[in-house]
């Protein structure tokens, strides 16, 4: 049975177990059907949940050219890691827990998504390089030049893979934007949008 003992309790308490039962029998797959697959294949950005040893949990965003987390088989995909702010919380997470969750979100054509949960690991790009399975498309990767070559993957051995309804996904317009992909300029990562920097600069001058 699919799921989680909280899950269980938790549908049992409110009486949704038949109507869970219904979405567990018919919905989730442990393997990526080709309907699956060729949607992954054409989304250029995803959100990756993860939790280290102590459960504390992250979600963080990934984005690339369309189709850049490649399917290596029906149970296996990978996607790269870029470039970023150096802190590598997901990549934390994952080397002490291997558990994580990609969703999948088309919001400008089909507004449907697509959870792939399944346990991960960090290969770096030459032992990628050396892996039997490793695609064309992750060898063409490696190979890029600047921003967008790939410092590292994860692989995700597939345990689950069932779809996001639609009912509350937004429908937006696709519009054309310039990125800067590798930069460390402050300004084309957002600066301090937040106003984090500016009000911690405020705070420590406050206690001098």
Sequence with gaps: MPGTPGEHELQERHGTTRRADVFYSNQILDHLNERMQTFIGRMDMMFVASAGASGEADC???????GFVRIIDERTVAYPEYRGNGVMA?????????????????????TIGLHVN???????????????????AILRDIARA????????????VEEAYIHCSKHIPLFSRRDKAIAWGTDDATRKGGDYFGVSSSLVAARDEHC
Aim: hydrophobic fraction near 40%; avoid cysteine; proline fraction near 5%.
């Design 118 to 136: 399944g346990s991960a690991g960090i290969v770096e790009n030459l032992d990628m390089l050396a892996r039997p399975e490793a695609t064309e």
């Design 90 to 110: 997901s990549l934390g997470n994952i080397s002490e827990n291997g558990h994580v969750g990609l969703l999948f979100i088309d919001f400008v054509q089909d």
């Design 60 to 66: 963080s965003f990934r984005a690339g050219s369309p």
């Design 146 to 157: 600047g921003g967008r070559a790939p410092e590292r993957w994860v692989v995700v051995e």
